[in-house]
């Protein structure tokens, strides 16, 4: 057995930087066996075996399966090569892309969470935003607590396979209802999307755009009783300023993952201001 073209168990693994025992499972498996087994049980491998053992590990580090590899190894070619490797590209692409979101993501959560601190509670301001796509549900029925968990129930779980980790979810209201204080007459739920995203239309579920242009803005902690007086407050402003309001108000809560009671709960409220 001493020939330059064979190896042990251990030796076979060591060359290739794997533990024997990957080679014992890859054995028990029928994925690459050795060449010869002696009397005593050794196992010994060929050196031409690092080929194969080469490409299972490549195959492994691109995210095959076992049963995958198996598959090729019973019906080899270039092209059915070929066509594993594209589709793990595919794959990776995808998995690229996930994480690139999920950076973005904390990056941009860093960076909110930064800008909290620098946020005056009922501090009125005027921003231009710009367009955004939204996905609505169905309109409320009344003004009731259980109509309101009924709708964002339903309205979560129709979003769920377009909801992403770049997703803003929020609610709206007229703003006839503001002027006529009705403020617990919410319109719909929203959630935002991806201007590129290809969104498909369910049932009781459209799209809607919130429009570019200039915006009273206020970040507010506490309630709905709170949120209320808001509203007043930006009525008085805009009454002051002369300013006309149009569309929506949008409510978007800004810090649930820090967010423990509802006193600390920070809502981001944006008006429309005609122009």
């Not at 860093?110 to 301001?125: A, M």
Request: net charge negative.
């Amino acid at each position: 057995m001493k020939n330059f073209k064979y190896f042990s168990t251990g030796e076979f693994a060591k060359l290739h930087n794997i533990n024997k025992r990957t080679l014992h499972y890859y054995d028990e498996i029928d994925l690459i066996k050795p060449s010869i087994v002696g009397e005593n049980g050794y196992r010994y491998y060929s050196y031409y075996q690092s080929v194969e053992l080469e490409l299972i590990l490549v195959m492994r580090r691109l995210g095959l399966s076992i049963d995958e590899i198996k598959e090729y190894k019973q019906d080899r070619s270039t092209e059915k090569l070929q066509q594993l490797f594209i589709d793990q590209i595919k794959m990776l692409d995808k998995d690229i892309t996930k994480l690139s979101n999920t950076k973005n993501y904390i990056e941009g959560k860093l960076d909110q969470l930064k800008f909290l601190n620098t946020i005056e509670d009922g501090k009125i301001e005027i921003v231009e935003l710009e367009e955004e796509k939204l996905l609505v549900s169905e309109d409320f029925i009344d003004d009731s607590n259980e109509d309101y968990f009924r709708l964002m129930r339903s309205f979560n779980s129709k979003v769920k396979q377009e909801k992403d980790i770049t997703s803003k979810f929020g609610c709206r209201i007229s703003v006839d209802n503001i002027y006529n204080d009705k403020l617990l007459s919410y319109d719909r739920f929203f959630m935002s999307v991806l201007p590129t995203k290809n969104t498909i239309e369910q049932e009781n579920i459209s799209f809607d755009i919130k429009p570019k242009g200039k915006y009273i803005r206020v970040y507010t902690k506490g309630d709905w009783n709170r949120i209320m007086d808001i509203y007043h407050e930006i009525l008085k402003y805009a009454k002051e300023n002369n300013y006309v309001l149009e569309g929506y108000g949008y409510e978007v809560g800004v810090n649930e993952l820090n967010c423990f009671t509802i006193d600390e709960y920070i809502t981001e409220i944006t008006v429309k201001i005609k122009e």
